[in-house]
């Protein structure tokens, strides 16, 4: 008689692609399933783990990446292993991993970006955010990329927290950086700056901002830079007044940003200037390159659901810049043999589990993250989201059809890989290079100097093998 699947005699095998917050999540939902006993293996398209942790949150905000440490304790189960360097669709395809696990987790997150559609989005000079906060992050696709920032006006269209990421970094002293584990490149970069002024870009009010209360808070405290807002704009309709009464963040966000309108230019050396009801509709380029933006104001209409909307008045203004970085959202992107929708740029689930089509659910195939939800929420927000998709997969075990007995040897996906040629980077791999980072940041004074390209990673690594 066959043994239950989830027993000693018979682990559950559960390949888990991606090993951002989301990834490391559900392992740690399975591995804290009282009755179950697991295998669980998590494939990584970097070297490197923890995704947006290390390639999203921004430098200065350090005390954010202290959540490794819980990734690297799930690491050390000894019932878990990381195959880093393994990227799904060239090293490693849909069908190994639902031939060789009874169970795939796809926690691959929102590798893209979502564009505006105006003329001009694809000048030189304009960028979306996420690329510029991967290269200052050190993310290796990034690393070659060069910004040009010997202009003194910088336009970021967006109202949400990567648009308060990004003006930060551009405002910040480049020596108040210096003490971070911002990439070497960016730093060389940010201390040749000459942008003396980030304009941030809302299409609706200050009371609809989706940033929230502590990256406000950070611009008044940065060190020579005047936070710029029109205490006009701090004049909201009655209806975005009357929201604040429920909304504990956009009413603490609307204090914050009276205290900045009324404290006004104060002479500081740089300036962050938040502008809201306007749209950009166009990028005028001086040859091939971002020179100006051509910006509508808007008005609030109220829609049927009560929420509201930015409506273009007819009333424009040309503002010169030398960089325009898009912060509207990231957006998942497709995975080989998995399917996606391209209308939420997501991974078609119900509660976790994969839908081929409108109704036909995938057994044993389950997505976490933001390639379920979408790109929103804080990296706390994955936690749950992860234990969600996990309890779908609990339930489903006993209707699985689990893979043969035959395909269950733990040393089938290591051999598959390196019978591709393919180096995989282990946990204890990647604690050669951490510790290399490591020691560069203690000889600095930083929290770590990252190593930003792949080739150089596989170096250190097979150095210390
Ligand atoms: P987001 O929070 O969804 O904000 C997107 C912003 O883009 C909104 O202000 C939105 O305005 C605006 N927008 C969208 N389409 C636009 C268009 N066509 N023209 C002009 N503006 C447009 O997205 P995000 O900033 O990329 O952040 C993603 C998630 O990561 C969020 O949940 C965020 O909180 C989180 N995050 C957190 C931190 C942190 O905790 N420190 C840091 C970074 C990111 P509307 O509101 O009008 O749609």
């Not at 830079?225 to 975005?240: F, G, H, K, R, T």
């Not at 992107?333 to 976790?352: K, L, R, Y």
């Not at 050669?432 to 490591?438: N, P, V």
Request: include cysteine; aromatic fraction near 6%.
């Amino acid at each position: 008689m066959t043994e239950p699947l989830g027993t000693d005699a018979r682990p559950l095998r559960v390949a888990i692609v991606g090993a951002g917050p989301a990834g490391f999540y559900a392992a740690e939902a399975l591995l804290k399933q009282q009755n179950l006993v697991c295998q669980i293996d998590i494939f990584n398209r970097l070297p490197t783990p923890y995704g947006l942790v290390r390639e999203g949150v921004a430098p200065d905000h350090q005390s954010i990446k202290a959540v490794t440490r819980v990734y690297d304790k799930l690491a050390a189960a000894p019932n878990l292993r990381y195959f880093g360097n393994v990227t799904f669709g060239r090293d490693i395809f849909h069908e190994d991993v639902t031939q060789l696990y009874d169970q795939v987790v796809y926690a691959v997150g929102a590798q893209s970006d979502r564009k505006m559609g105006i003329t001009g989005e694809d000048l030189d000079g304009s960028f979306p955010a996420t690329i510029f906060v991967g290269w200052y992050n050190g993310h290796p696709d990034y690393c070659d990329l060069t910004f040009d920032l010997s202009h003194e006006r910088v336009l970021v269209v967006g109202n949400g927290n990567v648009a308060m990421d990004v003006a930060r970094i551009l405002a910040t002293d480049p020596e108040d950086l210096a003490k971070t584990d911002i990439a070497d490149h960016a730093l060389e970069a940010l201390r040749k700056s000459k942008v003396r002024e980030v304009v941030m870009l809302g299409r609706r009010g200050p009371a609809q901002a989706a940033f929230t209360n502590p990256e406000l808070r950070e611009f008044g405290e940065l060190n020579g830079v005047d936070v710029i807002i029109d205490p006009a704009d701090m004049e909201l309709d009655e209806v975005s007044e009357a929201s604040l009464a429920d909304d504990k963040t956009a009413r603490r966000n609307v204090e914050l940003m009276r205290t900045y309108a009324e404290r006004g230019n104060t002479g500081a050396p740089r300036r962050i200037v938040m502008r809201f009801l306007v749209s950009p509709v166009g990028i005028i380029g001086s040859g091939n390159r971002v020179a100006a933006v051509t910006i509508e104001r808007n008005n609030l209409k109220q829609a049927a659901d009560g929420s509201l909307k930015a409506r273009g008045t007819g009333k424009y203004e040309t503002l010169q810049c030398g960089m325009l970085l898009r912060s509207v959202g990231y957006r998942g992107s497709p995975i080989p043999g998995v399917p996606f929708s391209d209308s939420s740029g997501t991974i078609p689930n119900v509660a976790g589990r994969v839908f081929q089509d409108r109704d036909e659910v995938i057994p044993g195939e389950y997505v976490v993250g933001w390639a379920k939800r979408g790109p929103s929420g804080i990296i706390g927000t994955n936690k749950p989201d992860s234990v969600s998709t996990v309890a779908a997969m609990i339930e489903d075990i006993p209707s699985l059809e689990a893979i043969p007995d035959e395909k269950r040897g733990l040393h089938m996906i290591e051999e598959l890989l390196r019978s591709r040629g393919v180096d995989y980077v282990t946990y204890a791999d990647w604690k050669i290079l951490d510790a290399h980072e490591l020691a560069a940041g203690a000889a600095q004074g930083r929290p770590r100097v990252k190593v930003t390209c792949v080739d150089d990673m596989m170096k250190i690594i097979r150095a210390g093998r």
